[in-house]
């Protein structure tokens, strides 16, 4: 789309449409003068996929169900929603959680308040994400909390038709698969490797042994952090995430703008062009109990930014009720800083929160 000014266009995309703004600005630093990239697949992100499948559908034992979601969310935010000095249901620093599954053990029997050994043990390792032994590659985990609601982790993750026991012990969705399954079940069939392999099993997969078979298709569908090319023709950038993306890892985002800062020597130098927001509690580009609607906002900081020279260290987002009423709006802060509430008003309007260093 076209700025105030005719000659300059932007790009704006969200998820797939993220990482094919990233990939602009690194083959393509010429098209356009503004990029935002929502929620972008830095990585190999089915590949996180594949491995968290392994994890859950590995027995019954292991599995988590839907059922047990919003107990996992609500534990997660009643450990951590006061670390940023203010209790409003939200989580605004997961990597900062010390929120430990094992205090949702199950004393006895299983039940629909606790988590079984193995449960415990999947939920730790969809946190924790998966790293090869000699370190080089790495699929990120999931930031703790807002795991529940319709757009959650019930949608990418775990699904709502839980999956059926097969003969070997290992599960397998049968109805209505979650959308996280069918993207890495195709992506490891047709477009994991060089050479495609439809009839290839997910559950095959090794991530030290086949790790470097990803490398070719790695090299065209993943865009690097590289974009020494579009900060020197005055481009600029704005990244944003869900920290309750249920689909793809924030933390992603985070080691992505971490590795740019370090390709064009230092954060002076990425301030210049690029500049990356956190939604505590939004969902994959929309959604869960976080602000999560500030679209227009960032289109309209980026173009402030390109035409005017004002870099944005805040944008506006809002989030609305069931009804669609705007109940709460809260600044998004350039990052590493946060909303810090000035101790006054109400805790709904943004206008009483300022960023600051967390």
Known sequence: YYGSAPRLSYFAGCSNGGRQALMEAQRFPEDFDGIIAGDPATGTTSLNRTLVYQVLLASTDSYIPASKLDTISRAVVAACDRLDGLTDGLVSDPAACPFKPETLLCRGDDGPDCLTKGQV???????AGFTTKDGKTKASGFPVAH???RTGWQQW?????PPERQPDGTLSFTGSKPIGY??????????AFEQQEPEYDWRRFNLDRDAPKLQFMAEVLRPTSDLRAFRARRGKLVLYHGLADPAISA?????????????????????AFVRLFLAPGMN?????PGPNAFVAEAIGALETWVEKGQAPNAILASHANEAGAI?????????????????AGSIDD?????????
């Open 251 to 271: 933390y992603a985002t985070i080691d992505y703008y971490k590795q740019v800062v370090g390709a064009v020597g230092g954060q002076s130098d990425a301030d």
């Open 121 to 127: 043990g999947s939920l730790k390792k969809l946190y």
């Open 350 to 358: 943004a206008a009483n929160f300022v960023c600051a260093k967390p």
């Open 327 to 343: 109940d709460r709006t809260r600044p998004l802060c350039a990052w590493p800083q946060v909303a810090r509430y000035k101790g």
């Open 284 to 288: 994959h580009c929309a959604g869960g």
């Open 182 to 191: 069918l993207f890495q079940d195709h992506f490891v069939r047709y477009l």
């Open 147 to 149: 795991e529940s609601g």
């Open 157 to 161: 993750i775990v699904g709502t038709t």
